[in-house]
Nanobody
Framework: VQLQASGGGLVQAGGSLRLSCAAS????????MGWFRQAPGKEREFVAA????????YYADSVKGRFTISRDNVKNTVYLQMNSLKPEDTAVYYCAAKAGVAGTSGDVAYWGQGTLVTVSS
């Protein structure tokens, strides 16, 4: 599975962005999908995950209620809708194909390249 993330950019605090991650390969729907982020000088952290069917989702406490993960298994794409953005959301965001929806990177099978999100105050 190859993953291509897009949709990052510069936004003011309180604004919204939607990230997309397009997957190639016929096995996309067999993986849970996740989003992670890495801020400058910090370790990569879990943001959100969604099961292969889309029926289960899991979020980091820091984004719960503001971010929404979804997927379209026909389009082989996973999305991250980010609302009420804060400067502390500034990071490079990575999508990943995972074995499950747990908030860990230990079960990541494939990583996409990152897309930069910058939130100005």
């Amino acid at each position: 599975v190859q993953l291509q993330a897009s949709g990052g950019g510069l936004v003011q605090a309180g604004g919204s962005l939607r990230l997309s991650c397009a997957a190639s390969g016929r096995t996309f729907s067999s993986y849970a999908m996740g989003w992670f982020r890495q801020a400058p000088g910090k370790e990569r952290e879990f943001v959100a995950a969604i099961s292969w069917s889309g029926g289960r989702t899991y979020y980091a406490d820091s984004v719960k209620g503001r971010f929404t993960i979804s997927r379209d298994n026909v389009k082989n794409t996973v999305y991250l809708q980010m609302n009420s953005l804060k400067p502390e959301d500034t990071a490079v965001y990575y999508c990943a194909a995972k074995a499950g929806v747990a908030g860990t990177s230990g079960d990541v099978a494939y990583w996409g390249q990152g897309t930069l999100v910058t939130v100005s105050s």
